[in-house]
């Protein structure tokens, strides 16, 4: 009886666990926040700069 009940929680624990994985959090979906154009502060973007193409040189 004892392993009955050892056994049928232990399926119920590794059921629960494995349907959590399938659980909706909704923070990775869309793109990262932007912060407002008058916003100072310390930025939310955290991706790099995107590089710009330097002017040509011009002779001397």
């Known amino acids: 009886m004892n392993r ?31 912060d407002p154009s008058d916003y100072h502060g310390v930025p939310t973007d955290d991706r790099p700069p995107a590089m710009l193409e330097a002017p040509p040189a011009s002779p001397k």
């Open 4 to 34: 009955l009940v050892a056994t049928i929680g232990f399926v119920a624990a590794l059921l629960a666990g494995l349907l959590s994985g399938c659980a909706d959090d909704g923070a990775h979906r869309g793109r990262p926040p932007r």
